[in-house]
T-cell receptor, first 112, second 113 residues
Framework: KQEVTQIPAALSVPEGENLVLNCSFT??????LQWFRQDPGKGLTSLLLIQSSQREQTSGRLNASLDKSSGRSTLYIAASQPGDSATYLC???????????FGKGMKLTVNP | DAGITQSPRHKVTETGTPVTLRCHQT?????MYWYRQDPGHGLRLIHYSYGVKDTDKGEVSDGYSVSRSKTEDFLLTLESATSSQTSVYFC????????????FGNGTRLTVT
């Protein structure tokens, strides 16, 4: 059974720092790995999706990497801003399945 | 929000009553999903649909049923609501199965008293 873990559960940093958010998964037979952002009272917004054949994806200040052999993905946020404050979730899609397994998320606070 | 509307946004109901949540999309996507989000459990899949009248169970489907009579609408029904079904329910859509990003609605907060 796939398990997705995000540690730590919360992080508070000053504005301007470069951040690395971690995601680990137990079953490497994934189809893709997705990163989402959730603002309070809102749904999830897709940030980046990495297919199993890819090593990384970039969008603006965000870069996500995938290492299937070690069961890890990282989301790198460059030059963090207060507007980046949100909960970040990763999710792994099993091959041949509709089951997207989510981590419990990491709450990020970027202080001005 | 990728053309996804969930209704109602908030609902309070009593134990034992039936409840129906609606998800409406304007994207003509084939796949639609219902998730629930609970503290300590994260997001869990309840049911999903891969076409009109084509649905399947997720990991927490007991006590829930779904229907999809039109591409744009996916209904989630709690046959007899229980306090354990108090949660935030999210609908999500995707154009295909091959790992396209999911787009989520803003959720329905359901309280069962």
């Amino acid at each position: 059974k796939q398990e997705v873990t995000q540690i730590p559960a919360a992080l508070s940093v000053p504005e301007g720092e470069n951040l690395v958010l971690n995601c680990s998964f137990t079953d490497s037979a994934i189809y893709n790995l997705q990163w989402f952002r959730q603002d309070p009272g809102k749904g999830l917004t897709s940030l980046l999706l990495i297919q199993s054949s890819q090593r990384e994806q970039t969008s603006g200040r965000l870069n996500a990497s995938l290492d299937k052999s070690s069961g890890r993905s990282t989301l790198y946020i460059a030059a963090s801003q207060p507007g980046d404050s949100a909960t970040y979730l990763c999710a792994a899609l099993q091959g041949g399945s509709e089951k997207l397994v989510f981590g419990k998320g990491m709450k990020l606070t970027v202080n001005p | 929000d990728a053309g996804i509307t969930q209704s109602p946004r908030h609902k309070v109901t009593e134990t034992g009553t039936p409840v129906t949540l609606r998800c409406h999309q304007t994207e003509n996507h084939r796949y639609m999903y219902w998730y629930r989000q609970d503290p300590g459990h994260g997001l869990r899949l309840i049911h999903y649909s891969y076409g009109v009248k084509d649905t399947d169970k997720g990991e927490v489907s007991d006590g829930y049923s779904v229907s999809r009579s039109k591409t744009e609408d996916f209904l989630l029904t709690l046959e007899s609501a229980t306090s354990s079904q108090t949660s935030v329910y999210f609908c999500a859509i995707s154009p295909r199965q091959d790992g396209s990003p999911l787009h989520f609605g803003n959720g329905t907060r359901l309280t069962v008293t």
